[in-house]
């Protein structure tokens, strides 16, 4: 119906929590994921990105983990802020289609 | 730097109307992409170009979506006639290279358009 997707799995945390945010992959063959940050009324913001042959990657109060045994991919925030508001968004890149191809995204709430 | 640049940010139409996105990717970016996203759902691939050329078409409607990127910089995306199912936002990016390479893709604030 017209509602579909409009329910985002929300995260709500406190400010000064930490945030994880989940994603399952679809493709095996995957070589490359990103994770991006939306604000409301704005394109998708680069935060950090992985390549398969890594596990973890770590930037400045962010890290991500992949797991490729499961396809899994998740984004760690440390000391959570209200500006980390947004709806975040894991995208994976098929090896040999150079395409990017994003997941469902999840809300994060973050309350001061 | 300037970002990725979109006009209009906002656009109401009659279903039927022909509609026009124009997208000025930043300088030097060489691939540039034309996205769609629905209400809460991830940006979907409707365009890649590589410089002036199509290079990844294939999501495109092309009954009535249509794209060019003269001179290969700034770039058009069209819909003619326009249905109430194209409501969405229209997002351009623009990377270094494509995505494979690992380039980040660059977003601009997209074109929201509503059909009625």
């Known amino acids: 119906g017209e509602n579909v997707g409009l329910h985002l799995p929300t995260l709500s945390v406190q400010e000064g929590d930490n945030s994880i945010i989940n994603c399952a992959y679809s493709n095996s063959a995957s070589d490359y994921f990103i994770w991006y940050k939306q604000e409301s009324g704005k394109g998708p913001q680069f935060i950090i990105d992985i390549r398969s042959n890594m596990d973890k990657r770590q930037g400045q109060r962010v890290t991500v983990l992949l797991n490729k045994t499961v396809k899994h991919l998740s984004l760690q925030i440390a000391a959570t802020q209200p500006g980390d508001s947004a709806v975040y968004f894991c995208?994976?890149?098929?090896?040999?289609?150079?395409?990017?191809?994003f997941g469902t995204g999840t809300r994060l709430l973050v309350s001061p | 730097e300037a970002g990725v640049v979109q006009s209009p940010r906002y656009k109401i139409i009659e279903k039927k109307q022909p509609v026009a996105f124009w997208c000025n990717p930043i300088s030097g970016h060489n691939t540039l992409y034309w996205y769609l996203q629905n209400l809460g759902q991830g940006p979907e691939l409707l365009i890649r170009y590589e410089n002036e050329e199509a290079v990844d078409d294939s999501q495109l409607p092309k009954d009535r979506f249509s794209a060019e990127r003269l001179k290969g910089v700034d770039s058009t995306l069209k819909i003619q006639p326009a249905e109430l199912g194209d409501s969405a936002v229209y997002l351009c990016a623009s990377s270094l290279e494509a995505a494979e390479a690992g380039h980040e893709q660059y977003f601009g604030p997209g074109t929201r358009l509503t059909v009625t």
């Open positions: 995208a994976e890149n098929r090896a040999g289609f150079q395409k990017l191809v």
